[in-house]
């Protein structure tokens, strides 16, 4: 039986602060637009886009 190698590699150093991939008003700004796209798209998609506003703004901290 064959296995595939193992992954090696370099991890970040724990002791470096890490940036967060988003900052709080660029996720905001981000649920805006999805927002946005719900009243401009009524089909499926929108809809879709509106319950994952709901669900990030959520999950970002008010100021």
């Known amino acids: 039986m064959e296995t595939a190698e193992p992954v090696a590699g370099e991890y970040p150093n724990v002791d470096e602060p890490r940036l967060p991939l988003l900052t709080a008003a660029?996720?905001?700004?981000?649920?805006?637009?999805?927002?946005?796209l719900r009243?401009?798209?009524?089909?499926?998609?929108?809809?879709?886009?509106?319950?994952?506003?709901g669900d990030l703004a959520g999950r970002v901290p008010s100021e």
């Open 39 to 53: 009243t401009l798209d009524t089909t499926h998609t929108g809809y879709a886009a509106d319950q994952l506003a």
């Open 26 to 36: 660029e996720a905001r700004e981000a649920i805006g637009y999805l927002k946005r």
